[in-house]
């Protein structure tokens, strides 16, 4: 665990009551988030937006952890995260050691200097307090 590196991305992207974000964020280890949609539609809160691993490296026996987080605050909820691994550590996932179906997290393998991009999609029951929230991204 000594090199799980914890970067709390702590700027707002889009406020909740906002349908959509033109915002691209650029995290600490080149992912760029785009195409931010929040809306809430039947008790609902949905959140979309678009992952582009392109610019990231991700070492070979190292998993990287994005969780979308909305907060106000005083209160929040996590969203299912992405995690985000490299060769040897996605083997590992696949062999059962860590098995991706008992998560609700979705798991990619990075494949370094190729294009790549995720569709990301989450929602959860709509509470009265995200209606002044923001959507922040935690990296580890």
């Given amino acids: 665990?000594?090199?799980?590196?914890?970067?709390?991305?702590?700027?707002?992207?889009?406020?909740?009551?906002?349908?959509?974000?033109?915002?691209?964020?650029?995290t600490a280890n080149n992912i760029t988030v785009s195409d931010i949609e929040i809306s809430h539609t039947n008790n609902r809160t949905y959140v979309d937006m678009t992952f582009d691993l392109s610019e990231s490296h991700i070492a070979s026996n190292h998993s990287?952890?994005?969780?979308?987080?909305?907060?106000?605050?005083?209160?929040?909820?996590?969203?299912?995260?992405?995690?985000?691994?490299?060769?040897?550590?996605?083997?590992?996932?696949?062999?059962?050691?860590?098995?991706?179906?008992?998560?609700?997290?979705?798991?990619?393998?990075?494949?370094?200097?190729?294009?790549?991009g995720l569709d990301y999609s989450a929602n959860v029951a709509y509470e009265p307090w995200m209606n002044s929230a923001e959507l922040i991204l935690r990296e580890e």
């Fill in 64 to 116: 990287l952890r994005v969780t979308p987080i909305i907060s106000n605050g005083t209160q929040m909820i996590q969203l299912p995260a992405v995690v985000i691994d490299g060769r040897r550590r996605n083997i590992v996932h696949q062999r059962g050691e860590i098995s991706p179906e008992e998560s609700s997290d979705i798991f990619i393998r990075r494949k370094n200097r190729k294009e790549q």
């Fill in 1 to 26: 665990m000594k090199h799980l590196v914890k970067y709390l991305l702590a700027m707002c992207i889009a406020a909740l009551s906002i349908e959509s974000s033109t915002a691209q964020i650029v």
